[in-house]
């Protein structure tokens, strides 16, 4: 039986150069998907690196591009993070997901109403490549979600825009913001809260001791008295009217009495200074009779 089997000639090993080939071809088209990888090695290229010689014609491994990051303007009902994770992750590798729940008052609405589903209202996705983010945002913008007709996302469309020169740490620095802004108005409105609350319960020991004292009063024969708040009423806009009027009015009248008053005084000047000089008159006449008599 032995020599029944034919003995094939064995096949000579061709270069190093030649049997890197495809997966070098192999690695590049990785490279340009957004990947990494990397070449395998021979235990004669191993032995050369240990020995220290270079390998002529290996390519250095390409870096990561610089991230990308898309806006998401409308999210339908139940989609979740995992949910775009998925339906974008064909496209090219996807790094953070960022969902925005909606107002806190609009879910408290939905609950009175009777629905506990909790929705989104805007998202952002970060990809690892920009220039994919910008193909996604350019071919997917405007396009049905999902293709498949039974898929609870198919009548809804993407609203894709690519957020040029945005970081994902400007949406964390914005949403840090938010955070302490809405801290901040919770902290006012307790202290509002807690205010009203100490002033509603001073005015209820003020009133049962007024009360205690009336009944104080009333047993003792004494006559008891209110006491007053102790401020004055703003007046009202009529009022404020009706006060420009009557000054008027009283300013007119008094008007009127001064320029009388100036009248009269001028006519008895003029009077008296008619008499002044009458009296000069009379004098001279008188004075020059007794001196011819």
């Known amino acids: 039986m032995m020599s029944d089997v034919k003995e094939e000639p064995l096949e000579e090993e061709g270069p190093l150069e030649k049997r890197e080939g495809p997966s070098e071809q192999e690695g590049g088209a990785e490279d340009e998907a957004g990947g990494v990888t990397e070449v395998a090695e021979t235990n004669e290229t191993a032995m050369e690196r240990d020995s220290g010689d ?10 990561m591009g610089v991230p990308g990051v898309v806006y998401l303007g409308h999210i339908p009902p139940r989609m979740r993070p995992k949910h775009v994770r998925n339906m974008l992750g064909i ?17 408290k609405k939905k609950k009175k109403a009777g629905c506990n ?17 910008k193909n996604v945002a350019a071919s997917l913008h405007n396009t049905p979600m999902c293709a498949r007709k039974r898929s609870r996302f198919h009548d809804d469309l ?18 840090a913001y938010e955070k302490t802004v809405r801290q901040q108005r919770m902290r006012v409105e307790i202290s509002q809260a807690k205010r009203e609350t100490s002033f509603y319960l001073d005015n209820v020991e003020k009133s049962r001791d007024l009360a205690r004292l009336r009944e104080r009063k009333s047993r003792s024969g004494q006559p008891f008295q209110e006491p007053s708040w102790g401020f004055t009423q703003r007046q009202t806009e009529e009022e404020i009217q009706r006060g420009k009027q009557s000054r008027g009015q009283q300013g007119q009248a008094d008007k009127s009495q001064r320029r009388q008053l100036r009248k009269a005084m001028a006519k ?4 008296e200074k008619k008499s002044q000089s009458n009296v000069s008159l009379l004098a001279k006449i008188f004075n020059a009779r007794g001196k011819q008599d």
């Open 54 to 63: 270079e390998i002529v014609g290996e390519k250095p491994a390409r870096k």
């Open 91 to 107: 496209h090219g590798e996807i790094g953070r997901v960022f969902l925005q729940a909606e107002d806190h008052s609009v879910r």
């Open 117 to 133: 589903a909790r929705s989104f209202t805007e998202g952002w996705v970060e990809f690892r490549d920009k220039r994919v983010a």
């Open 158 to 175: 993407w609203n894709i825009k690519y957020l040029h020169r945005f970081k994902w740490t400007h949406l964390s620095e914005r949403l």
């Open 268 to 271: 008895t000047q003029e009077i």
